[in-house]
């Protein structure tokens, strides 16, 4: 999937040769989001890794297989990105400003499952705001 965005973003003229991204891909990306996010402060504590679960399952309604390779290919491409810029231009295109809202404040429900607000996951809030192109109010 990281191929086909960064295919994407070097076409010549992106905006005349629409690529439609699957929902497999849009689970990727939220997936690789919410693991970022957990794993952003260094340490991935298992309250985290149960509510990066329990979102995706809420989310998806998955079934635990599904579960547990949308994890990893989350993860995984996740730790293949230079960023979380490839991951946002996919959510932008393919969901609206509501459905983007709602993938921001799970994230922010992520960064507060270890009971604290790290720096460093408040950056990512508030640069993940910005990529999604929510209202700097909400």
């Not at 689970?27 to 952003?40: D, G, P, R, S, T």
């Not at 607000?117 to 640069?127: A, K, S």
Request: aromatic content about 8%.
């Amino acid at each position: 999937m990281f191929e086909r965005v960064m295919d994407w973003l070097e076409a010549a003229e992106p905006f005349e040769h629409e690529q439609g991204f699957g929902d497999h891909d849009i689970q990727v990306c939220v997936a690789a989001l919410f693991y970022h996010m957990i794993a952003i402060d260094g340490v991935v504590t298992d309250d985290e890794r149960q509510q990066l679960h329990s979102l995706l399952q809420e989310r998806y309604d998955l079934d635990e297989t599904q579960l547990e390779q949308l994890t990893l290919d989350g993860e995984e491409n996740d730790r293949q990105s230079a960023g979380l810029f490839p991951f946002t231009v996919i959510l932008n295109r393919q969901l609206n400003a509501a459905e983007r809202q709602t993938v921001f404040d799970q994230l922010h429900h992520l960064a507060m499952a270890d009971g604290e607000l790290h720096e460093l996951e408040q950056g990512m809030l508030d640069h993940v705001k910005v990529l999604l192109k929510l209202s700097q109010t909400s």
